[in-house]
């Protein structure tokens, strides 16, 4: 399977951003997908999942009520919106797929590229 995450970019404090992760490969509407960053010298960290089907959804604390993830089983792609984005924000995000819905990253077997976010204050 490949994964391909784009939408990545420079913006403000307070600002919104679009990620996208376009799937292939494999029945993208069976699997669990899950979004995670990675900040300049921190661990990879969770930041939301989502249901096969998109009827459940995780977040991570730091993200609660400010990030929204979605997917379009027909497009094979699956999103993740950035609203009132802070500087702490600022890391690579990661989109990756599992068979279990979980914030643990070591359950998501397939991972794609990343994409850059970066938060200016």
């Known amino acids: 399977v490949q994964l391909q995450a784009s939408g990545g970019g420079l913006v403000q404090a307070g600002d919104s951003l679009g990620l996208s992760c376009a799937a292939s490969g494999r029945t993208f509407s069976k699997y669990h997908m899950g979004w995670f960053r990675q900040a300049p010298g921190k661990e990879r960290e969770f930041v939301a999942a989502?249901?096969?089907?998109?009827?459940?959804?995780n977040y991570a604390d730091s993200v609660k009520g400010r990030f929204t993830i979605s997917r379009d089983n027909a497009k094979n792609t699956v999103y993740l919106q950035l609203n009132s984005l802070k500087p702490e924000d600022t890391a690579v995000y990661y989109c990756a797929l599992a068979t279990a819905l979980s914030k643990l990253s070591r359950e998501y077997g397939y991972w794609g590229q990343g994409t850059l976010v970066t938060v200016s204050s």
């Open positions: 989502i249901s096969w089907s998109g009827a459940y959804t």
